[in-house]
């Protein structure tokens, strides 16, 4: 354009302003949401492409027909083209890496002069993997509302090679490669105070998916403090812990109300989804957002916290103001599991009380567990069967253990055997991903194939009924027939449920948000209209 000079073969604004788009998927990220206005207040130029392909959508990992629903690399390309983008951001997962470096080495084969930065958990994590694809040009390590800004404003000043070449010392929080040699430059400042951020950016997303708006995303706190040996939040919070910055940080009560009284006037939300890792981990926080958010907000909520933070009275205040749901995570009913393999603190009664009081005060509680643990036995399998048949919790989220990168739960697996020294590679490059849901083909425990289905059966079933139909399955000729038809069964239950059970709300927008997502491939595909 008029607008730019070159430099190195590359483009360097003479105004000052970027053409910058954001690449997401599936229910766009909340970070993503947070960096917008902090380069719109930089009076850059950014858009977002959300991308509606099934095959990057988290909710749809396991469906038969998600490869029909998805687009080309080709066609994200040419989408993604109509913006003119200058600089183009990925916020990178482990889990997905693989298939969001596809399309960048796509854009890049396409057109190189495209400048590449990648941020997002997976590259706080292992920058240096990242970094190996000399098709990224800069990843971003940490949270990035002060060092995503700076590098665009530094890529308009000088271009970025010049940028790539800096010292270690500028621009905390943006690596790079230069002269063959990572330039680490540690990790982004924190924005300690929350309450001075902007509130996150919606229009875009909801312009590239209207369903989305049914459900307002929002969080009241950033970062853990548990350390499960199996969890991101435990590998970020040991990466800054050496930085003697502040991790877990919560935003006051009248911040969060006044974003949320906004969103209400502004998008006409039905529902709030909080995206804590930890909700109402204080009491008074709790006391005071219960009153206002029950006055002034009165939207059904849903949130996800820990067990070990949760009473008789908070459940009462939670409930009062207004949580219809609440994700809780428990992972495996064996106490030795819990302890010595994933370092969870929950105590089984503690879990059953909370089971209990939920009930009684009308919350639906999604129970989070994970199986193929290191050092499981099947014996441990059907203690926690056991556990969902007495309990019957509403919902139950059975996940297969993925082997996430600088997670601890690695080096637990090594010692039993499981994984080598060998692995890590692979798993810090995005290769040694599977079905959440659902076991690979080649796992070898023939049992646990069977586990959706019987973990399905447990929770749904009484009882007395469970424990006749679960050990029926199991004969050769049935267990073939679950094993070959249990997405289909799992995910049938999930459509009943965001149909006809009135507080699954958060189902029913995925179900809503997911249609629209097949909507537009649809007319991306057959009829050419770019999304």
């Given at each position: 354009s008029e607008m730019c000079i070159r430099d190195r073969g590359h483009r360097r604004s003479s105004d000052g302003i970027m053409r910058f788009l954001f690449y997401d998927s599936a229910a766009s990220a909340l970070g993503i949401e947070y960096l917008i206005p902090t380069l719109e207040a930089g009076g850059h130029d950014v858009s977002l492409y959300l991308d509606p392909s099934l095959n990057r959508e988290y909710v749809s990992q396991d469906f038969i027909f998600k490869e029909p629903f998805s687009l080309s690399h080709e066609m994200i390309y040419e989408d993604i083209m109509a913006y003119r983008p200058e600089i183009i951001g990925f916020s990178m997962s482990s889990i997905y890496f693989k298939s969001h470096l596809g399309i960048i080495q796509h854009i890049k084969r396409k057109s190189p002069d495209i400048i590449i930065v990648c941020g997002g958990v997976h590259t706080t994590l292992v920058p240096n993997r990242v970094l190996e694809h000399p098709e990224i040009d800069f990843a971003v390590v940490g949270e990035a509302e002060y060092s995503l800004p700076a590098l665009v404003n530094a890529i308009a000043e000088m271009g970025p090679a010049r940028v790539k070449a800096l010292p270690a010392a500028a621009l905390p929080g943006v690596w790079s490669v230069h002269d063959g040699a990572v330039q680490d430059r540690g990790l982004s400042p924190v924005p300690l105070d929350l309450d001075q951020l902007a509130f996150p950016a919606k229009d875009l997303v909801y312009a590239a998916n209207p369903k989305l708006a049914i459900s307002y995303s929002i969080s009241a706190s950033r970062g853990c403090f548990f350390s499960c040996t199996y969890c991101n939040s435990a590998s970020l919070r040991k990466l800054y812990s050496h930085c003697t910055m502040k991790y877990h940080r919560s935003r006051s009560v009248d911040n969060v109300v006044e974003e949320l009284r906004l969103a209400k006037d502004r998008y006409r939300a039905k529902h709030v989804e909080f995206y804590d890792e930890v909700f109402a981990s204080d009491r008074d926080w709790l006391e005071a957002f219960s009153h206002r958010y029950k006055n002034e907000i009165g939207l059904p909520y849903g949130a996800e916290t820990h067990p070990m933070v949760l009473d008789r009275e908070k459940l009462r205040l939670l409930a009062d103001s207004g949580c219809v749901v609440l994700e809780l995570g428990f992972q495996s009913a064996n106490q030795y599991l819990r302890e010595n393999i994933l370092r969870r603190t929950d105590r089984t009664d503690k879990v059953r009380d909370i089971l209990r009081w939920a009930e009684e005060f009308g919350i639906g509680i999604e129970l989070d567990l994970i199986v193929n643990l290191p050092g499981e036995t099947m014996e441990h399998v059907r203690e926690t069967i056991a556990f969902i048949q007495d309990m019957r919790?509403?919902?139950?989220?059975?996940?297969?253990?993925?082997?996430?990168?600088?997670?601890?739960?690695?080096?637990?697996?090594?010692?039993?055997?499981?994984?080598?020294?060998?692995?890590?590679?692979?798993?810090?490059?995005?290769?040694?991903?599977?079905?959440?849901?659902?076991?690979?083909?080649?796992?070898?425990?023939?049992?646990?194939?069977?586990?959706?289905?019987?973990?399905?059966?447990?929770?749904?079933?009484?009882?007395?009924?469970?424990?006749?139909?679960?050990?029926?399955?199991?004969?050769?000729?049935?267990?073939?027939?679950?094993?070959?038809?249990?997405?289909?069964?799992?995910?049938?239950?999930?459509?009943?449920?965001?149909?006809?059970?009135?507080?699954?709300?958060?189902?029913?927008?995925?179900m809503w948000r997911v249609l629209y997502s097949m909507k537009r491939v649809v007319r991306r595909k057959f009829f050419g209209k770019k999304t």
């Open positions: 919790p509403p919902v139950v989220n059975l996940s297969f253990l993925q082997y996430l990168p600088k997670a601890e739960i690695i080096d637990k697996a090594i010692a039993h055997g499981i994984l080598s020294e060998a692995d890590i590679p692979a798993i810090e490059s995005g290769e040694n991903f599977g079905p959440i849901r659902f076991p690979l083909k080649s796992c070898k425990k023939n049992e646990y194939h069977l586990l959706p289905t019987q973990v399905f059966m447990a929770s749904r079933f009484p009882a007395w009924l469970s424990r006749r139909l679960i050990p029926l399955i199991e004969k050769p000729v049935l267990s073939a027939l679950f094993i070959m038809f249990a997405p289909i069964l799992i995910y049938s239950f999930r459509f009943y449920m965001a149909v006809f059970d009135r507080r699954n709300y958060f189902l029913r927008w995925h």
